[in-house]
Nanobody
Framework: QVQLVESGGGLVQPGGSLTLSCAAS????????IGWFRQAAGKEREGFLC?????????????YYADSVKGRFTISRDDAKSTVDLQMNSLEPGDTAIYYC?????????????????????WGQGTQVTVSS
């Protein structure tokens, strides 16, 4: 059973950048699809990004970016280190939320639809991102 821990959140000005990291313990991440979710105050947790397992065949699955983050956020994974990074650029006040990474052995990530919370088994505790001047 894998445990996930996010880090890297904080306060950033509009237009700034942050990199969130999701580190796994108790197992490696290469066989897991990874999802990133965020939950703003008073709103439902929403999935905005997912990526296929690191050991998936080239034609199996892909990466999904919600329109709200496309072109600004980038996911990268280092399965040797069991870490997944989320590079966030051009941050906007609307990006303010608690950010969660999630992992699942069976989730199929493609270019649509967006990942749903019930589709992921393992979750980190979340990290706060606040975009404000």
């Amino acid at each position: 059973q894998v445990q996930l821990v996010e880090s890297g959140g904080g306060l950033v000005q509009p237009g700034g950048s942050l990199t969130l990291s999701c580190a796994a313990s108790g197992g490696t991440l290469d066989s897991y699809a990874i999802g990133w979710f965020r939950q703003a105050a008073g709103k439902e947790r929403e999935g905005f990004l997912c990526t296929k397992p690191g050991d998936a065949l080239p034609h199996y699955g892909g990466t999904y970016y919600a329109d709200s983050v496309k072109g600004r956020f980038t996911i990268s994974r280092d399965d040797a280190k069991s870490t997944v990074d989320l590079q966030m650029n051009s941050l906007e006040p609307g990006d303010t939320a608690i950010y969660y990474c999630a992992a699942d052995l069976t989730y199929y990530c493609s270019d649509a639809p967006s990942p749903k919370t019930y589709e992921f088994e393992y979750w980190g505790q979340g990290t706060q991102v606040t975009v404000s001047s």
